[in-house]
């Protein structure tokens, strides 16, 4: 299932495989011995008793790296220690708080594509990837998530009580960068984002002190969690309100590019009417496929009820020419298994938000075919992948997240329905990466330009899916930037988690 998802979504495991050993020697990087910081960080992880430490040329080292989704992101951190506790957490960042000179990442599903989110070179990088198990708690029918799993592991776990949660719709994503940053789901127009949905967070604050946030202990915390990020401590786990989840009805649908403009418009009519029909889900992808040479549509349908092609999807579904087509009734996690993306490649994604207007979401996607055109003309092994995506920002969304206490994204303050529209550009080499960001750029900058013009723009960009030459949390409004900082100094007065972490974006680099 996933692999035929990925070669629809993609390109060949052939070019996958091929990029990935290529990064195996262009990732190894001299490190330098005589930096302040070098190995003594390490070192002391290991006196202090700390077992699961790993240096490079250690398998398990090794696999964690390549595990990164981004070639971009396979940086070469001085160790790599997973903690199996929320006790050794607390240990850790107590030893590298101490020396002011020690820095270090956070690393859940690794999913962030830029280098440097959740990884570092001349520090150590904390994986939490051993702490990954997911406890379903019947009587609240509360998901106890570790901040390490992925959403394919939590689904499998809760798929046995019949219930769900509201997590990624790409099964290998991490589960602490989505929620700690929103986390867009198939059971948004019915429950908010992702964060809305956490009804406790256990987290590790920057001196060591392990505590809960929720509704009543640290309610500042809590609500701060909720889209504010990397900036107040590591969260160890999550704990999100499950519900009653039968199967959905979901799959992919595959078209030529020629029904662009029949897909555009039916997009454009369903954003409007999720506040009617709450139960569906739609993404569209126009993406240039190397296997092809050619862009075609692939859009993701789910309704979370299972209901067969329910109204709402006539337009879409009444648009010819469809050339693959794995509509079901299936679970949550095999749902997610199928919008696999290829990873293999280095990545550069941006998105910005548009209102939902049939001109502005047109050019956005002509300006698509377009920057593929040049971007081929370019590229130098022609093996590339580029994905121009549409998401419905409905004004719903953000009303459930309102109902469920709110959260720090700001989108309560839009009075019109929006769309996400979301490139990611996936090339081989250092070379291609570095043109890519300087043209994803001036794209972003062009179609943000022309929603202006048409007095269509919206300022929100969205955190988990941002470039690192974004600055998202500057557009969450300022109410929320202002909670943030206070939350961030009352709960790390030191500054730990803005300046010895620089992954991620932080509140202290807002202007
Ligand atoms: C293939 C793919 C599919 C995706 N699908 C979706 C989707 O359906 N919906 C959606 O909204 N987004 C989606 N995303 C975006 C995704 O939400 C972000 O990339 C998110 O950051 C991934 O989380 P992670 O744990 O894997 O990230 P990581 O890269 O591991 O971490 C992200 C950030 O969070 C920080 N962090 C990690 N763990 C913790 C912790 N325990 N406490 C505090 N901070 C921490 C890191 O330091 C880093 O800054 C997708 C991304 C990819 C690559
Ligand atoms: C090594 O690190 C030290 C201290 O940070 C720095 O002064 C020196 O220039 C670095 N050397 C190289 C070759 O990068
Ligand atoms: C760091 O320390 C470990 C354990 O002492 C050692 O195996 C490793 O070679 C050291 N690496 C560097 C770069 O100093
Ligand atoms: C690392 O990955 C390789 C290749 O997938 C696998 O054979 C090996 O068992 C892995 N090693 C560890 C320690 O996980
Ligand atoms: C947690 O991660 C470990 C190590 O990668 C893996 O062996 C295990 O299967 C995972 N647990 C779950 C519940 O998926
Ligand atoms: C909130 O935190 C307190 C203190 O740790 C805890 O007793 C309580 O159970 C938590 N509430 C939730 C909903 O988890
Ligand atoms: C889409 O919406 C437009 C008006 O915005 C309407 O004219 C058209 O009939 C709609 N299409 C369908 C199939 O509902």
Redesign the pocket.
Known sequence: MSCSAMMRLSSSALAAAVAFSSSATAGLIDINMTAPTSNSSCTALQSAGLKNVYYPGN??Y??RTHSYFSISAQLEPYCIVQPTSAEEVAKIVTILSQDTTRSFAIRSGGHTVWPGAANIDNGVTIDLGLMNKTTFVPETKVAQVGAGSRWREVYGALEPYGVTVTGGRTSTVGVAGFLTGGGNNFYAGRRGFGCDNVVNYEVVLASGQIVNANDTENSGLFRALKGGSANFGIVTRFDMQAFDAPELWGGLVTYPKSVTPQHVAAYVNWTNNIVNYQDGSAITFWTYDPTKKDIIITAAYEDITGAVAAPAFDEFLAIPDQTSNTMRIDTHRNLAIELELTSGYRNVWYAITIKNDLQIVTKAIDMHRQFVEDWKAQSPDGDFICHGILQAIPTIFSQHSVEKGGNMLGLDRETDNAVMFQVQLMVNGEDQEKLGRERMVAFREAIKQYSVDMDGAVEWQYLNYADSTQDPLSTYGQKNIDHIREVAAKFDPTGVFQTRMPGGFKISKVA
């Open positions: 398998d398990i090794e696999n």
